[in-house]
């Protein structure tokens, strides 16, 4: 009886004590400025033209500029081009379809939000003397996903329709490229384009480079998403994680086989970390991308190894220090 009694208590205590660290964070959460810049966009027609215009003069300048410069080609808003320009846009009929269905797609952001707010309310705890920035979603005729702006993230919703979307059949884009539209990817990117701003700069184009950094990314991702599913924080599909799992090790030995890891021969190592149709060298069933897999490990190996902070791991260059102090020794 008093061992029941005992389990009981330690039961409850733990319920309050992971109750007041819940409510802790739900205290201290952020919630960023978000705007659906889209929507302002196509709801422009000649009797409000001026007014809009104003507005984005006057409220939305910086995303404006970018919107301007690389979805219109305009330098100037106020410019006569930019108007014409900009009717052009909104009322092609393909554009207009495309945007319907981005407006009918993602009528509720609130699980966008709700994912965007974590992680940054997570990155404001390691960094809190960077700025947080303001969210735009918008439409920009298939152009670009995700980008940071002089401090503004922009989100291309028609880039996040799922792969099943029509749109993507008619532009051309080969199936390897639709598996990357999920909507369930969009929190990652933004994370990921956030840390190229900040942390990018320094970043060597060698393999071993991109394989560190990446990982790094994949591990900072991973931690200020605790709830979002592992193969989404990496871009990848469920099966494709268990082959990646399953072939870790021989994965590995290709890389130090073929004089990999230290190469600076770009065309040798591009499908490691950029969108492709398949891995150079490696079986048809390996994932482009898959060097922000072995990245993962290595770093996480890497911060169980070591007494390293978040801080210290995104703000650490020394690649070869984080690889030779990893004790990295995929299964297999």
Request: proline share 3%.
């Amino acid at each position: 009886m008093k061992k029941l009694i005992l389990f009981t208590s330690i039961v409850l205590l733990l319920f309050f004590v992971l109750q007041s660290i819940f409510n802790f964070k739900v205290k201290n959460k952020i919630n960023l400025n978000y705007h659906r810049y889209e929507e302002l966009v196509f709801s422009i027609n000649d009797k409000n033209y001026q007014n809009i215009i104003n507005d984005f003069e006057i409220n939305h300048a910086v995303f404006s500029e970018f919107f301007s410069n690389n979805i219109l080609n305009q330098k100037d808003i106020k410019n006569e081009n930019f108007k014409n320009e900009l009717f052009r846009f909104i009322n092609h009929p393909d554009m207009r379809e495309a945007y319907d269905s981005v407006a009918f797609f993602f009528k509720d952001l609130s699980q966008v939000k709700e994912e965007i707010n974590l992680a940054f309310t997570n990155i404001n705890k390691y960094f809190p003397n960077y700025s947080l920035p303001e969210v735009y979603t918008f439409f920009g005729g298939f152009k670009y996903g995700v980008i940071f702006y002089d401090d503004v993230v922009g989100i291309g919703l028609e880039n996040f329709l799922s792969k099943n979307s029509k749109f993507y059949s008619l532009l051309g884009e080969p199936k390897y490229l639709r598996d990357y539209k999920n909507p369930a990817f969009i929190a990652s990117n933004v994370v990921e384009v956030w840390c190229n701003n900040y942390f990018l700069k320094d970043h060597q184009g060698d393999f071993l480079s991109n394989l560190i950094y990446y990982g790094k990314v994949m591990f900072f991702i991973k931690d200020v998403l605790p709830a979002s599913k592992f193969q989404n924080n990496l871009r990848f599909s469920k099966k494709q994680i268990e082959w990646l799992s399953d072939n870790e090790s021989k994965i590995w030995s290709f890389i130090i086989e073929n004089k990999l890891l230290f190469s600076q021969r770009e065309r040798d190592y591009r499908s490691f970390f950029y969108y492709s149709p398949f891995v150079k060298g490696m079986p048809k069933e390996a994932p482009a991308r898959l060097g922000y897999f072995i990245g993962y490990k290595i770093v996480n190996s890497y911060m169980k190894n070591n007494k390293v902070s978040i801080n210290e791991l995104m703000l650490e260059n020394d690649y070869s220090k984080i690889l030779n102090n990893s004790k990295y020794k995929p299964r297999k």
